[in-house]
């Protein structure tokens, strides 16, 4: 492992943990804004992170993607949430979960725009480049990370975020299936990302690169 691999692999680490504080600390200010309490009470209305840290969704996870040359991506602990004490029903808990994957997508936007305006990013046909200089790495690891985490969040697979999205429209036999699922979800995810990391990485890439063009867009590139 090169010189290179190792600082871009410490750098992807570090925007890990920051944007997935960030992720987990909107899901419980936004249940606290909703009117459930839990997550404060159990101390997870912080910016430390060993407060959110998981084994195998905040380092397995990333660690593999980035040997595996696929898009960034992990998670967290999830924000303990009792949904009988939220607003609005199934549809206060859709606003909780979409809550941290909005943070990431806001992060990778501020990011993008920051290293554009500086000079250090570049964006062609949905592909993100950078200059040379640790500042360009930084910064496209900040847009990359964050944008992997936003859309991974989304498959809505229980535990992940998109999971409660799809809980809130779905029909009760689905409800059902889902609720069954929810202590199962994280094999399932560990299951695609080590049988079907190409798959996956299709998708997610896919998803980014319009993503990416669509900030080319506001930008005018």
């Not at 606290?32 to 959110?52: F, S, V």
């Not at 992997?148 to 999971?163: H, K, R, T, W």
């Amino acid at each position: 492992m090169s010189g290179e691999s190792i600082l871009t692999l410490i750098i992807v680490l570090v925007v890990v943990l920051f944007s997935m504080v960030l992720h987990e600390l909107a899901h419980g200010l936004v249940a606290y804004w909703l009117g459930d309490d839990t997550a404060k009470e159990d101390g997870r209305l912080t910016l430390n992170p060993l407060k959110h840290l998981d084994p195998v969704l905040s380092f397995l996870i990333p660690i593999l993607m980035f040997f595996g040359g696929g898009p960034i991506f992990g998670g967290a602990k999830p924000v303990p949430v009792d949904s009988r004490n939220l607003k609005h029903g199934v549809w206060g808990m859709a606003m909780v979960a979409v809550a941290g994957p909005l943070t990431n997508f806001l992060i990778a936007l501020i990011g993008f725009l920051v290293g554009y305006w500086t000079g250090v990013l570049g964006v062609s046909e949905g592909t993100l480049y950078y200059s040379t200089g640790l500042g360009g790495i930084i910064v496209m690891e900040i847009v990359l990370v964050n944008l992997g985490f936003g859309i991974f969040n989304l498959i809505p697979i229980p535990p992940l975020d998109g999971s409660r999205l799809l809980y809130a429209i779905a029909p009760d036999g689905v409800r059902e299936v889902m609720s069954k699922m929810e202590h199962l979800g994280i094999v399932v995810v560990m299951f695609l990302v080590i049988l079907f990391p190409a798959v996956l990485s299709g998708i997610l890439n896919g998803a980014m690169s319009g993503i990416l063009t669509a900030f080319g867009w506001l930008v005018g590139a």
